[in-house]
């Protein structure tokens, strides 16, 4: 078969070494599970990927693959956790980003939800989307909504990492639909708004009639508000949880917990498929239950175990874990600890499926 654009596999080489890497820890290449999807996965299992593996892994794709060299509609340099085939669940996608200083991730936009959460930034490393720079400073969460123009671009002298977080497998594995997708003519779009501008248009203070021209783009329709672009800055999301910490009891299950809402309407979900959550644990082990939502989580800091089934899944800061779907599971931090904690649930509650419980015995 002739070699094309549409072969990634083929046109890019990755060493014996990075290889070897990837596969011992479970871990792929954005463009190598892309095509996968499509086929839901057989019995997603508890799981924990860690950090210092994520890192050895992208630090060596980093050194094999330029971001130049990838295909069209595959230039995002991503290492991808593998849970049984081609992603972490059949709802949730998580890859794990990085862009070496003076290279630009290019713009393109897709029918996927998706958010960019930082886990080493820094001021200069931007994600502009719909038109603004927005900084990605640690531990900033950023909107990249449906049909939205994104690029990531970094003007620093450090490599940057962040985590890609989209429901691409709930639209392509579960129901079996298509990722509408398109890249941009420009590597960078332009930048025709003032930093802060859709912060301005959603935040406390906004235009009467909705916000901005209230054209969130894209060929979608449905009965949810779309999410416009938005970035969570880190520093008012820890003040909000210590506060809570202080006045407030904690949820047996989740510590002290603060939904990401939508900005549109100011109340969760941040996406209609997707919900997130900033949790703080410093009250010993949570209380087990199980429900039929998948959950991945994000170590923000801190460290500890999350007990699934008979499973002790040890966590430390920036590593990923995931609790499947009707596992009994409980979190025991080694003292304090933040996560950023993702689920599916939203797809559950809308058709009246979702169903969560504590064990009878």
Known sequence: MAQTESDPEELLELSSETRAILEEHSLRPLWEVEDEMGTALDDPEPGVWKWDDIREAIDHIEEDVPIADLPPGFQRRVAVPINTAHAISNSIYVGIQTVSPGETAPSHRHGANALRFS??????????????????????LITTPQWEWHDHVNDSDETAAWLDVLDLPLVLDSMNARNVFENHELERQPVTKTPGYWDSQYGNGRPEGGAGDGSIPGPFEGIREPTPPYRFGWDEMLEALRQ????????PHDGYSLSYVNPATGSPPL??????????????PTDP???????????????????????????????VFIVPPDEIHHHEPDDEAILLGMSDRPVLEAFNFYAEAEPSS
């Open 289 to 319: 239950h199980f429900h039929n939502a998948t959950e991945v989580y994000f170590v923000i800091e801190g460290e500890g175990a999350t007990h699934v089934g008979d499973e002790a899944l040890e966590w430390s800061q920036w590593d």
């Open 271 to 284: 996406f209609p498929t997707m919900t997130f959550r900033a949790q703080l644990l410093n009250e010993g």
């Open 244 to 251: 809570r910490a202080d006045n407030d009891e904690p949820d």
């Open 119 to 140: 886990i080493d930034g820094h001021e200069d490393m931007k994600t502009v989307v719909a038109g603004e720079e927005f900084p990605m400073q640690d531990n900033d």
